[in-house]
């Protein structure tokens, strides 16, 4: 590590503990699931259709990262990355896995509650997991005390609209290792945002005094929609809108449970999504403008998602971060805020904390990120301003009529022939592609992607990475 880059994570590591020596702090994960880029109200969104006045709060509160990206832009490779701090693909994991999948997180990778426990920490998850649901994948089994949610996401249902005969099992709902209702109906999934905000704050309530490490992890804005009656007709957007008003409630019982245990100055809270807008389901996705497509592809809208992290004390209030981050990156700087030691198997994140807390002159320790998709094919390469996507087929909708009523649009197949550059602090949007202008450029990010091709495969050029492992597996 260059010594400028290793003093940055000396200060920040000095003033963590300098402010909070007698116990490492609370952390907070709240995930959304296909929330867009401008789906929050200080990202972008617009007041006439919903508000979101907590996450506003937190923003004005703590610091919003405007430039964070997801490893995959789909559910359980995502997931998987920010809870290993690995890129999915390194730990054998792509797409969205099935109900009764015969595959999962391998049980010695480590998790992020595994990287807490043994400092004593309490740990909880709240939600949707969609790393396994067989009894060997389930989060008990990887460093949680306590689950309550969904094993994968909510469209893999009978009774989604677009679900063939027979195409997926009764969805259930699990406590612990068990299952706690079989068949869940439409009535139920109206109170999981509920359900799961209520068992939030009583975790906190239960362990307040410290410390614990909360996962909530929402199914929603996932299609199909579901919200409670408490927010059923209240926004203009529809009930889209409604469902972002009622995660936003969420957000609120939640700092409010913190505050009234005077656990602010001691807490981590962290917002964001999995991935980007899913807008097939026109009126019932979001938006990621002013960004370019949404999930399902590499392009910003896919990968680019809200952040807000609020910690009094710790991080500035009211104050905004354009650097390029990574949710790989949450898991090492968490360890080295609590001092907690890293997983003992190579992990890609680093100790991003003198980015996240501001200190001046901080540099990214990432000579730059990489954007895989499909099982694993490298797709784009990101360093600084500067983004290279690379040859591929993506998923669009073009000029397709917007979609209405929870029934998608179709996506038709449109391809990347060469290279192409982006400077996306100038061009967010992926309009003006610059690879002729910046040869210089092209050819380092080009030996990024080498290098990655090497480590982590890359199946688009028939590539094997030399350092990728398998996922769990059933016998």
């Not at 997991?129 to 094993?151: K, N, S």
């Not at 990101?382 to 996506?411: H, M, N």
């Not at 550059?421 to 949007?429: R, V």
């Not at 690879?435 to 688009?460: F, H, M, Q, T």
Request: glycine residues 10%; aromatic residues 8%; proline residues 9%.
């Amino acid at each position: 590590m260059p010594p400028r880059i290793a003093s940055l994570v000396l200060l920040g590591a000095f003033l963590f503990a300098s402010a909070s020596a007698a116990q490492p702090p609370n952390i907070v994960l709240i995930l959304t699931d296909d929330q867009g880029y401008a789906d929050v109200g200080c990202f972008g969104a617009n007041a006439k259709d919903f508000t979101t006045p907590h996450l506003d709060r937190m923003a004005a509160e703590g610091r919003r990262f405007t430039n964070f990206h997801v490893a995959q832009a789909v559910c359980s490779a995502s997931r998987a990355a920010i809870l290993t701090g690995c890129y999915p693909n390194r730990i054998g994991l792509s797409g969205a896995l099935g109900p009764r999948s015969k595959t999962g997180l391998h049980p010695d990778e480590t998790t992020l509650a595994e990287v807490l426990k043994p400092l004593g920490y309490s740990t909880a998850i709240f939600g949707k997991w969609h790393l396994g649901d067989a009894p060997e994948f389930l989060p008990v089994r990887q460093g949680f005390d306590e689950y309550y949610g969904l094993a994968y996401s909510n469209d893999m249902w009978p009774r989604h609209p677009e679900a063939r005969p027979g195409s997926y099992p009764p969805l259930p709902i699990y406590e612990g290792d068990r299952i706690a209702k079989e068949d869940l109906q439409p009535v139920d999934q109206e109170q999981l945002t509920t359900q799961y905000t209520e068992r939030a704050v009583r975790f906190i309530e239960q362990h307040h005094s410290g410390p614990f490490f909360l996962y909530v992890a929402h199914n929603m804005p996932h299609v199909p929609l579901h919200v409670s009656d408490k927010f059923r007709g209240k926004s203009a957007r529809g009930l889209y809108g409604d469902v972002i008003q009622e995660i936003d409630w969420s957000v609120g019982q939640i700092l409010d449970a913190l505050h009234r245990h005077s656990l602010d100055d001691n807490t981590l809270v962290i917002f964001t999504s999995d991935n980007g807008p899913w807008l097939s389901y026109g009126d019932h996705a979001g938006s990621a403008l002013p960004l370019r497509e949404g999930k399902g592809t590499a392009w910003e809208g896919g990968t680019r998602v809200p952040c807000i992290m609020r910690w009094p004390g710790h991080l500035p209030p009211n104050t905004s971060s354009g650097e390029l981050l990574m949710s790989i990156d949450l898991l090492p700087t968490i360890a080295a805020l609590t001092g907690a030691p890293l997983p003992r198997r190579p992990i890609d994140g680093l100790n991003v904390w003198p980015l996240l807390s501001g200190v001046p002159g901080a540099v990214n320790p990432h000579a730059g990120y990489l954007f895989y998709y499909n099982r694993n094919d490298l797709q784009a390469v990101a360093s600084g301003d500067w983004k290279l996507v690379l040859p591929q087929t993506y998923r669009t909708l073009g000029e397709t009529p917007r979609a209405t009523g929870g029934i998608p649009a179709k996506y038709h197949a449109a391809k990347v022939h060469t290279p192409e550059l982006y400077h996306l602090t100038s061009d967010p949007s992926e309009v003006h592609d610059v690879a002729v202008e910046n040869p210089a450029v092209v050819a380092r990010l080009l030996g990024l992607a080498e290098d990655a091709r090497k480590d982590l495969g890359d199946e688009s050029s028939q590539r094997v990475g030399a350092g990728v492992r398998s996922p769990g597996r059933l016998p």
